[in-house]
Nanobody, 117 residues
Framework: QVQLVESGGKLVQSGGSLRLSCVAS????????MLWYRQAPGKQREFVAL???????NYVDSVKGRFTISRDDDKSTVYLQMNSLTPEDTGTYFC???????????WGQGTRVTVSS
């Protein structure tokens, strides 16, 4: 059974930092691209960051220079370091594991981030 478990979300003041974690089980982690998405209240889920299986990183423009995604394949964990947070970063953050070519796509339950002004 595949599980992705996010943690680290909480209430933080504008300008603050958080580190989110997502621990995966039931998959061969190193074969998967790992992504973070977020969904603000009343809005669609949007892509935030990608740590590909070979180790490349990509970000949505709105978080470039503030967020850093990283992965530890030995711990089957992907992280999202978020700095200089703004209220626009408020939302539920979801971890996503994708293995292209095999049509495998798994989601976590999300962790809530609230940034107060």
């Amino acid at each position: 059974q595949v599980q992705l478990v996010e943690s680290g979300g909480k209430l933080v003041q504008s300008g603050g930092s958080l580190r989110l974690s997502c621990v995966a089980s039931g998959i061969i982690f190193r074969f998967y691209d790992m992504l973070w998405y977020r969904q603000a209240p009343g809005k669609q889920r949007e892509f935030v960051a990608l740590a590909s299986s070979p180790g490349q990183a990509n970000y949505v423009d709105s978080v470039k220079g503030r967020f850093t995604i990283s992965r530890d394949d030995d711990k089957s964990t992907v992280y999202l370091q978020m700095n200089s947070l703004t209220p626009e970063d408020t939302g539920t953050y979801f971890c996503n594991a994708v293995r292209l070519g095999q049509s495998r796509n798994y989601w976590g339950q999300g962790t809530r981030v609230t940034v107060s002004s």
